[in-house]
């Protein structure tokens, strides 16, 4: 008797930006095992995405690049594949790579190139494919998944994951008058968008986070010299990172806080002791980050739910700071006095002619001011999925293969990530990466945790296959 014959594993990821294209690469380099993956995705190359998809160099991914390494056992391999292949992409290559913020572009050059490598080195066996279209529908059975697409290809599966992201909101009613207005972004990742704004004199810009700092370093690239308003609702603005050393791990050796305001309220003591020893505060997000996950699965919905509405601003702002390339960009205009920032509402936005009217409440009280031009800088935040309008996520909800989590933020799944149904029933080859799990794991979306995601993932679909035992005649 001999072990030799293995049923091809068939597994289909639908999705392939960052999220989907790891778990390929990840699957291919750890199986021992032929497999037939399929990644089934509308854009042209994989790895991209919403966030690598941008050509402008001005774009940076917003850490340094020694931490963005696609291997965690490798910690140098992007600072290396950056000094080889960044001159030869358009990028110079800075003094110091490693602490160096790359154009996000590049990092999905890095990504799709790695994948490439994973595909060429694969078990001899294995095969791959890339199915140019959106999955339309999916149908589980314990033992097989079909997906039908866009275009009509059917696929059967043992396995699926869904990679497929976030997605942006769709207008705001205050905001659905000048949708079509050619002086309106409504993306702030749009080229021909912001090619048509840059002749005016003062833009207002709507969220002051790290979608502002790109739409603000795209203008600025593209030549424009007017000002800029910016307006968030809870006067928020985003900053630049230092390269700051982690904070003492204050949350180790005690009992971890179980609400938000005790979470809170040990988060500001820490705040102020390393703000009377002259230290950095920027050391305390990377102290707090290990615990997100055992902090948010340890807490009931209400505080967690509570944690959404009180503290995720403050969260979002303290934990996503920008590079400080872009900073350097942004606090050069406000030098300059081109950008003012301050908290205030949006209640509308209407067509003034070529202009565009703001009627915006402000803490003065409430104001109209006619623009040149409005760039939708809220970004892609959608997480209730609800409320998403897109065919597939509807379908899955509709046919009960997914719920969404109770507390609003993507889909129910295991603390692995293996989905449940509508009637509670876990989903043993319906796994999901990334954006989805947000109510389940609250950070799921840098390039850190999908990676940590994407190695648990691969290595849980490798553990389920088994060898099929064939008699030697
Ligand atoms: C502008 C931006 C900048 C960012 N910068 C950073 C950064 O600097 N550092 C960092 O750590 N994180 C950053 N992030 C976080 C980012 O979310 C992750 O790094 C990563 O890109 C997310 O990967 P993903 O695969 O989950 O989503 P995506 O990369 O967006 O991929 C989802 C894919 O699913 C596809 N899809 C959707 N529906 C379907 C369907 N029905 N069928 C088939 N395919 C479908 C979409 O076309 C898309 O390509 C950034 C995010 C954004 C939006």
Not at 197 to 213: F, H, K, N, P, Q
Request: glycine share 8%; net charge neutral.
């Amino acid at each position: 008797m001999h072990i030799d014959h293995y049923a091809k594993h068939s597994i289909v990821i639908i999705g392939g930006g960052f999220a989907g294209a790891l778990t390929a690469l990840k699957l291919l380099d750890r199986a021992e095992v032929p497999l037939s993956i399929t990644i089934i995705e509308p854009r042209g190359e994989l790895g991209r995405g919403v966030a690598y998809s941008t050509t402008e160099p001005v774009h940076l991914v917003n850490g340094p690049a020694e931490i963005f390494s696609l291997y965690p056992e490798e910690s140098h391999h992007l600072v290396r594949w950056l000094e080889e292949n960044g001159p030869a992409n358009g990028w110079q290559l800075p003094a110091d790579a490693a602490m160096s913020s790359p154009p996000r572009y590049l990092y999905g050059t890095y990504v799709r190139d790695e994948l490439n490598r994973a595909i060429r080195q694969a078990h001899a066996r294995s095969t791959f494919r890339h199915i140019r279209s959106a999955a339309a529908k999916l149908v589980s059975a314990p033992h097989k998944i079909s997906v039908t697409t866009a275009d009509g290809t059917s696929i059967e599966a043992d396995e699926v994951v869904l990679a497929l992201g976030v997605f942006q909101a769709e207008p705001l009613p205050r905001e659905a008058p000048v949708a079509s207005h050619f002086r309106f972004a409504a993306n702030p990742w749009d080229p021909a968008a912001l090619d048509r704004l840059v002749d005016c004199r003062e833009l207002l810009l709507i969220g002051s986070s790290l979608s502002m700092v790109d739409a603000v370093a795209s203008m600025e690239a593209r030549g424009y010299r007017g000002k800029y308003r910016v307006i968030s609702r809870r006067g928020q603005f985003v900053e630049g990172r230092r390269n700051a050393e982690a904070a003492r791990d204050f949350l180790a050796d005690r009992p971890l806080p179980t609400t938000a305001r005790s979470l809170l309220s040990a988060v500001k003591a820490e705040r102020r002791a390393i703000a009377a020893a002259g230290g950095d505060w920027q050391g305390l997000p990377l102290a707090i980050r290990p615990y997100v996950l055992p902090l948010w699965q340890q807490a009931n919905d209400q505080e967690r739910l509570r944690f959404g509405r009180h503290l995720r601003a403050f969260w979002d702002v303290t934990a996503h700071r920008s590079a400080p390339e872009s900073n350097g960009t942004v606090q050069a205009v406000i030098a300059k006095g081109r950008l003012s920032h301050e908290a205030a509402r949006l209640l509308g936005l209407t067509p003034c002619g070529d202009r565009i009217e703001a009627a915006i409440r402000t803490r003065r009280g409430d104001e109209r001011q006619i623009l040149d031009g409005v760039i939708n800088c809220r970004g892609h935040q959608l997480h209730d999925w609800r409320r998403i309008r897109d065919p597939f996520v509807e379908s899955l909800l509709d046919g009960g293969e997914v719920r969404p989590h109770s507390t609003g933020f993507g889909i129910d799944a295991t603390p692995e990530g293996d989905i449940i149904s509508e009637e509670g029933r876990i989903h043993r080859n319906l796994s999901a990466i990334g954006h989805p799990l947000r109510g389940v794991a609250w950070e799921s979306s840098s390039i850190t945790e999908q990676r940590t995601q994407a190695i648990a993932l691969a290595e849980r679909i490798l553990g389920k296959i088994t060898p099929a035992v064939s008699v030697a005649s």
